[in-house]
Nanobody, 123 residues
Framework: EVQLVESGGGLVQAGGSLRLTCAAS????????IGWFRQAPGKGREGLSS???????FYADSVKGRFTISRDNAKNTFYLQMNGLKPEDTAVYYC?????????????????WGQGTQVTVSS
């Protein structure tokens, strides 16, 4: 049974950076896909980025050029580097994994989720 725990959220000024970490306990296969998602008040869960075990990446237009997804398989740890943060990035951020090669961060395709971490960007 894999558990995912996000960390690294907090309060940051607009234009600043944060690095979110997703630590996995238990077994995580290298062929699983990792994804990052967020949910802001009044909105549905938005897929931000995904990275499959075979290296396929995807970024939503809202974060492309600002956010970077990565994974360290040896440590069972995933990351989301967030630069140039904007107030509209304020949300609860979630990491997740799904079986096999998933090409896009569609929430319904991911079956293992972290608890979320709050990111608040002030203007």
């Amino acid at each position: 049974e894999v558990q995912l725990v996000e960390s690294g959220g907090g309060l940051v000024q607009a234009g600043g950076s944060l690095r979110l970490t997703c630590a996995a306990s238990g077994f995580t296969s290298d062929d699983h896909t990792i994804g990052w998602f967020r949910q802001a008040p009044g909105k549905g869960r938005e897929g931000l980025s995904s990275l499959s075990g075979d290296g396929r990446t995807f970024y939503a237009d809202s974060v492309k050029g600002r956010f970077t997804i990565s994974r360290d398989n040896a440590k069972n740890t995933f990351y989301l580097q967030m630069n140039g943060l904007k107030p509209e990035d304020t949300a609860v951020y979630y990491c997740a994994t799904g079986e096999g090669s998933i090409w896009y961060p569609i929430p319904e395709l991911f079956d293992n989720w972290g608890q979320g971490t709050q990111v608040t960007v002030s203007s």
